[in-house]
């Protein structure tokens, strides 16, 4: 069974990801069960995500990707409602923690050892993440240079801690490119949860997507605040 665990769509300021049948036409293409929806500090996607794709027989995992004042983002997983406030851009780290495990969600590590942005490298003491951290993405499909994921499995490897795995997919040709590969096929949201967190049967299955997406993001991001400042087409970016 393989699953992306971190996928963001068009509410992502930075993303197009359209909730429509390309959505589902490239994910049954490439034989994914599931997907996690982690827009950035909303979870406005996962509704309109769970409509479209539970009726075709592919998992919608609930979760948030958010930014913190700390050091990096917190991939917040099997959630139950938004994280964040609106309006802010930034949230308090343990502030997110807490709201996450009120819903009995999952604590992750987005892309910790990525120098090229904003990281958790500082933070990687094995003390302080069992205090926090459920989880820690091992491999991102984002991540340029393949030491940094190397480095995360290992770190997950050598202090058992549970893994992700995702393709920080933007855009419709990413998804698939970072999945985690369940050994059983789980018929519930709830045994996927148990069988990432006993870890023993997660496999990574990867696929670098190619740098230029990342100034694809920027880029979009961009024109998506000019266009909220400036233009009534800023509507549509932001639907």
Known sequence: MKIDLHVHTHLSS?????????????????????????????????????????????????GEEVKTTKKGELLCLFINEEICSPGL???????????????????GLSHP????????????????????IDIIEAYNARCNLHLMNKRA??????????????????????????????DEQEETIEAIRRQIMSGNSCKLWNSNSL?????????LHALTGISQAFWPIGRYFST
């Open 14 to 62: 930075d993303a197009w990801i359209p909730l429509n049948k390309d959505l589902v036409r490239v994910l049954k293409k490439r034989g994914i069960q599931g997907i996690a929806i982690t827009d950035h500090n909303t979870f406005k996607g996962v509704v309109k995500a769970k409509k479209l794709l539970e009726k075709e027989g592919i998992f919608v995992i609930p």
């Open 89 to 107: 851009k930034k949230y308090r780290f343990l502030e997110v923690v807490d709201k996450v495990k009120e819903q009995d969600g999952l604590v």
């Open 113 to 132: 050892l990525d120098f090229s942005r904003k990281n958790w490298i500082s933070e990687m003491q094995i003390d302080w993440i069992n205090k926090y």
């Open 153 to 182: 499995y290992s770190f997950c490897i050598n202090h058992n801690i549970p893994f992700t795995a995702g393709s920080d997919a933007h855009f419709l040709m990413e998804i698939g490119r970072g999945c985690l590969v369940l």
């Open 211 to 219: 740098p230029f997406v990342n100034v694809s993001s920027i880029c």
